[in-house]
Nanobody, 123 residues
Framework: QVQLVESGGGLVQAGGSLRLSCAASGRTFGDYAMGWFRQAPGKEREFVAGVSWSGGRTDYADSAKGRFTISRDNAKNTVYLQMNSLKPVDTGVYYC????????????????WGQGTQVTVSS
């Protein structure tokens, strides 16, 4: 089992920044690829960014490229999502998720999820 707890969400104006954190406990954090997903009201959960177990490979949705940065610190069992130049369309609940080894974009491939943190970007 892997337990995940997100933090760092909040209300920010368009153009602002937020840094989300996801703290993991349980099994060996370093064995798991980590992903960030988001879900806006009335919409399906979508992939935002992912990082491999080592941190050596990252993947971003087109909407996140150039604005968001995912990183991880295996010594602290934590994954981060730095979000810059935020837009109102970035509003939603952000979830971190874990799966064994490789990062993928499909949410159904992730077996462990946090409870989510709300991000609201005002115009």
């Amino acid at each position: 089992q892997v337990q995940l707890v997100e933090s760092g969400g909040g209300l920010v104006q368009a153009g602002g920044s937020l840094r989300l954190s996801c703290a993991a406990s349980g099994r060996t954090f370093g064995d798991y690829a980590m992903g960030w997903f988001r879900q806006a009201p009335g919409k399906e959960r979508e992939f935002v960014a992912g990082v491999s177990w080592s941190g050596g490979r990252t993947d971003y949705a087109d909407s996140a490229k150039g604005r968001f940065t995912i990183s991880r610190d295996n010594a602290k069992n934590t994954v981060y999502l730095q979000m810059n130049s935020l837009k109102p369309v970035d509003t939603g609940v952000y979830y971190c998720a874990a799966r064994f080894l490789a990062v993928v974009r499909s949410s159904t491939e992730y077996g462990y999820w946090g409870q989510g943190t709300q991000v609201t970007v005002s115009s």
